[in-house]
């Protein structure tokens, strides 16, 4: 029996998430990585890795930010995600999170760090829980939110997506 986006954000206790949908931190690693160990985009030590569960239901949409590490993504439940992949050359990718591989879908998949990213559920009225994985361990200082203007003025080919995501 398929859990309604509902009954996953009551029972994992879900909170908003600042670039849309839910999410319930899982995972943050007790160890560390000193600063001088890790490149430069890092302002301070970080933890090796984090995890969440990453809810988005009927039109909500994760919009486009970026992070300093990668992030894993796993899917759960539901039905599949969209996750619309900006890389610094300008290149458009769009990733099918889910488990219709007949259609494209791919159970897990990797968005590498300082790559702008967002996305939304693949079906109408439908939901996507998803977990993220990221090493080093997000932290909220490496967070960012993209402008509407500045996404689409540096790249103004993916004006369309970059308006439905931001």
């Known amino acids: 029996m398929q859990n309604s986006a509902q009954v996953w954000i009551r029972k994992m206790e879900m ?53 300093k590490s990668d992030e894993m993504w796993h899917f759960y439940d539901g039905d599949g995600m969209l996750i619309y992949e900006i890389d610094d050359n300008g290149k458009l990718t769009e990733h099918k999170l889910g ?26 009225n439908a939901y996507c829980l998803a977990g993220c994985t990221v090493s080093p361990g997000f932290h909220f200082e490496d967070f ?15 004006k369309t997506i970059i308006e439905s995501l931001t």
């Open 15 to 67: 909170k908003p998430h600042p670039e849309g949908g839910y999410f319930k931190e899982t995972y943050r690693c007790e160890e560390s990585v000193k600063k001088e160990h890790l490149p430069d985009r890092f302002h301070g030590d970080r933890i090796f890795s984090t995890g969440i569960f990453y809810l988005l239901e009927n039109d909500q949409c994760s919009k486009f930010h970026k992070i």
């Open 99 to 124: 488990l219709n591989i007949n259609e494209g879908e791919i159970p897990q998949l990797v968005i590498k760090a300082n790559r702008w990213f967002g996305g939304r559920v693949a079906k109408s």
């Open 144 to 158: 960012e939110l993209a402008d509407r203007g500045y996404l689409i003025s540096k790249f103004p080919q993916h």
